[in-house]
């Protein structure tokens, strides 16, 4: 076992049942959502048109980045320790820095987050796709067929996750939707911030 290993088992043995149970509560609510919107989304699919692909792609895009666990009510950290802003016993804090410091594994993390969803907001759509009309449909319902079974998974495992485990799988589960996004529908840009944003992530826990 490395020493980065025990003093993150260290920070997570920490964590009381309730704060938790709260964190689980809310990561759970957030896939179910997720769930019924990607619904939505396959269901309405296939009666867009073609010109109209590009504007479906950013807001599925924009919607699954919405749900994924990023929030401070999916931490059990911020959960137990951000009552008084204060993080005094914060494990978290302690091996990857206050979350609101410019410098720490989540703020760089979020930093990259919210820059690629202003990209794939701003998206204008104007270049060209790396698919065709008929493949692209083909795509987005793949990915929003896989995106919604693992937001299921991920829903249906939380209860046996022990503190640990959820900060685990929480960074696989954020790096595997991210995976999902329909980014050969968007600009050359996007994809860049992807891949930096998915190597921030390797930080986040």
């Not at 493949?135 to 299921?152: D, G, I, V």
């Amino acid at each position: 076992m490395t020493e980065r290993t025990e003093e993150l088992e260290a920070a997570a043995k920490d964590i009381d049942p309730a704060s938790l149970q709260a964190a689980k509560a809310a990561i759970a609510a957030s896939c179910q959502e997720y769930i019924r919107w990607a619904k939505l989304f396959s269901e309405r699919l296939e009666t867009v048109e073609a010109a109209k692909l590009h504007k479906f792609a950013r807001a599925f895009g924009l919607t699954l980045l919405g749900h994924l666990p990023t929030r401070p009510g999916t931490c059990p950290f911020c959960i137990q320790y951000d009552r008084d802003k204060s993080c005094t016993g914060c494990g978290y804090a302690a091996t990857h820095g206050r979350c609101d410091a410019d410098d720490s594994a989540f703020s760089l993390f979020i930093e990259a987050f919210l820059e690629l969803g202003r990209l794939i907001f701003q998206d204008t759509g104007t270049s060209e796709p790396g698919c065709q009309p008929v493949e692209a449909k083909r795509l987005l319902f793949a990915l929003l067929q896989a995106s919604s079974e693992l937001a299921s998974r991920m829903r249906e495992d939380l209860p046996s996750f022990s503190t640990l485990q959820l900060m685990e799988q929480k960074q696989i589960y954020i790096d595997g939707m991210i995976e999902l996004l329909p980014l050969c529908l968007f600009s050359e840009d996007a994809g860049k911030q992807c891949r930096l944003l998915q190597n921030r992530l390797k930080r986040y826990w």
